[in-house]
């Protein structure tokens, strides 16, 4: 049987890069030189218009799932994944809310 070896597993990391804009290749040759296969990017400061820069991160041999923070600059989450990773967007709420009732108990310790 032949054809190509899927990768098993996957070295994930995650990263506080205060802004991508200025440091692409240096956050790159870092996640490569880690092995790393996935990032979870916090303060990317990309903007929906940046598409230039998306487009120089696709050209390193990575993709990017990129949510800029919509009110304001700064902030902003992503996903950086190496090229040949097959990751799917799946859009979930924006908000979050349990819909576990708070217990008026104090904890016993």
């Excluded at 899927?6 to 490569?32: A, D, F, Q, Y």
């Excluded at 903007?47 to 919509?70: C, H, V």
């Excluded at 090229?83 to 008026?104: E, H, L, N, Q």
Aim: with cysteine; hydrophobic share 30%; proline share 4%.
């Amino acid at each position: 049987m032949g054809g190509s070896k899927r990768k098993t597993s996957w070295k994930i990391g995650t990263l506080n890069v205060h802004s991508i804009m200025n440091k692409t290749s240096g956050v790159i040759t870092h996640l490569e030189e880690k092995g790393c296969d996935v990032c979870l990017l916090q303060e990317t400061y990309l903007k929906q218009s940046d598409t230039a820069k998306l487009q120089e991160i696709r050209d390193y041999g990575w993709n990017i799932f990129s949510s800029p923070r919509a009110e304001r600059s700064g902030g902003g989450i992503g996903i950086l994944y190496r090229d040949g990773i097959k990751m799917k967007y799946t859009p979930v709420k924006a908000k979050f809310k349990s819909s576990r009732k708070p217990s008026s108990e104090k904890p016993k310790i």
